[in-house]
């Protein structure tokens, strides 16, 4: 069975680092992309980047360069989002999600990770 | 500023259709080939249910269908039922090589 399992619910205060896991199991995890996305409080979801752990190409959308690095670890099959210096507007729901090839929308998706950032 | 724009809501009856659009308006999304179809439940992770303008997932209803006319995806569901009442989003992979997703769509069945 695919899954995509996130890290916990974290609760940061403004200007902190953090690293948040997306781990897959049950398929190749080399084989195939993980995107996150993010959804801010009532809001919709938006693109953040993508990662090949095969051989970790990553792409940015224009709006998330810069300001997050992704990254993975294919010999625990972990996807990693993080942030150096976190931001209030930064609190949001983040997703991993499974994608077969670059074009293609994922087809599985972690279960979220909740980032609170307040002082 | 999303570059695919989707009706903010839309609702039906039970057993009617619906249509929801995606309109690309900018030239960012290239050639607007790999669009894909969200449905996002209160509290939930999205799930897929169209990829790459018409195609469905395995485990995915035929009452939901995808099609694309010029600059415009479609979304349509069939026999709307109570459970398919949920915000659905379009996205697309852009010409940087990124992805933009729309503004998403309420669907309420009455």
Redesign the interface.
């Known amino acids: 069975e695919v899954q995509l399992v996130q890290s916990g619910a974290e609760v940061k205060k403004p200007g902190e680092s953090l690293k948040i896991s997306c781990k897959g199991s049950g398929y190749s995890f080399t084989s195939y992309w993980i995107?996150w996305?993010r959804q801010m409080p009532g809001k919709?979801?938006?693109?953040m980047?993508?990662i090949y752990p095969g051989d970790s190409d990553t792409?940015?959308?224009?709006s998330f360069q810069g300001q997050v690095t992704i990254s993975a670890d294919k010999s625990i099959s972990t996807a990693y989002l993080q942030w150096s210096s976190l931001k209030a507007s930064d609190t949001a729901m983040y997703?991993c999600?499974r994608s077969e090839y670059?074009?293609?929308?994922?087809?599985y998706?972690?279960?979220?990770t909740l980032v609170t950032v307040s002082s | 500023q999303?570059a695919l724009t989707q009706p903010a809501s839309v609702s039906r009856s039970p057993g009617q259709s619906i249509t929801i659009s995606c309109t690309e308006t900018s030239s960012d999304v290239g050639s607007y080939?790999?669009v894909?179809?969200?449905q996002?439940h209160p509290g939930k992770?999205?799930?897929?249910m169209?990829?790459?303008v018409s195609n469905r997932?395995s485990g995915v209803s035929n009452r939901f269908s995808g099609s694309k006319s010029g600059s415009t995806a479609s979304l349509t569901i069939s026999g709307l039922q109570a459970e398919d009442e949920a915000?659905y989003?379009c996205?697309s992979?852009t010409s940087?090589?990124?992805?933009?997703?729309?503004?998403?769509t309420k669907l309420t069945v009455l």
């Open positions: 995107g996305v919709g979801l938006e693109w980047g993508i792409r940015y959308s224009p997703y999600a670059v074009q293609k929308g994922p087809d998706w972690g279960q979220g | 999303s080939t790999y894909s179809w969200y996002q992770a999205p799930k897929l169209i990829y790459d997932p915000d989003y996205s992979y940087t090589s990124t992805w933009v997703f729309g503004g998403g």
